[in-house]
């Protein structure tokens, strides 16, 4: 299985200042189709899941554009611009370029300062 | 507009088999590229999916808890059904379900609010 490592597992950012998300995965998330099969979710206090961002730097219908989704291969980041409150939540990376299974990161809490 | 809302029951006891349902509106599961998934979270722990179920009646399922699970579908009644057997205390989680569209390479684009199960005699 591809393992999914995410750094750091947890941060604290003052609002309008900007946070970095670093996800890693054991193999390439390249497919052979050219595209590269990585996904970031965030799950706000008490709710489920959310798409953010598919395939590495789409986002997701509805997000806001202070998320980007940036990385090639193995190394892959989250970045959000200026942090606002309703941004706390733990964020997770997915890959989904092997089948099965999905693998998801350990999750990166956020917490506003 | 896309909904799914997981059931199935709040507690079981060790050893039984868990029956979850997916029930679903606003797309068909006979439409190519739609499949659906089952994914857990235990209390305070990371997302873990459990097994997909694709348009073609194609399945996938979680390497290390293949022999336990079953998934599938009745399209006309918009249902996913996942039964887990042997249920021990350490699979309490609550579970989820969620929608892929494969065409458009979105992966979990909408998901149900979850339902607790708690395993335990």
């Known amino acids: 299985d591809i393992v999914m490592t995410q750094t750091p597992l947890s941060l604290s950012v003052t609002p309008g200042q900007p946070a970095s998300i670093s996800c890693k995965s054991s193999q390439s998330l390249l497919h052979s189709d050219g595209k590269t099969y990585l996904y970031w979710y965030l799950q706000k206090p008490g709710q489920s899941p959310q798409l953010l961002i598919y395939?590495?730097?789409n986002r997701f219908s509805g997000v806001p554009d202070r998320f980007s989704g940036s990385g090639s291969g193995t190394d892959f980041t989250l970045k959000i611009s200026r942090v606002e409150a309703e941004d706390v939540g733990v964020y997770y990376c997915?890959?989904?370029?092997?089948?099965?299974?999905?693998?998801f990161g350990q999750g990166t809490k956020l917490e506003i300062k | 507009q896309v909904t799914l809302r997981e059931s199935g029951p709040a507690l079981v006891k060790p050893t039984q088999t868990l029956t979850l349902t997916c029930t679903f509106s606003g797309f068909s599961l006979s439409t190519s590229g739609m499949c659906v998934s089952w994914i857990r979270q235990p209390p305070g722990k990371a997302l873990e999916w459990l097994a997909r179920i694709d348009w073609d009646d194609d399945k996938y399922y979680s390497t290390s808890l293949k022999t336990r699970l079953t998934i599938s579908k009745d399209t006309s009644k918009n249902q996913v059904v996942l039964t887990m057997t042997n249920m021990d205390p350490v699979d309490t989680a609550t579970y989820y379900c969620?929608?892929?569209?494969?065409?458009?390479?979105?992966?979990?684009?909408?998901w149900g609010q979850g339902t607790l199960v708690t395993v335990s005699s």
């Open positions: 969620a929608r892929t569209l494969a065409a458009a390479g979105t992966d979990f684009d909408y």
């Open positions: 997915m890959q989904s370029i092997q089948l099965p299974p999905y693998t």
């Open positions: 395939e590495v730097s």
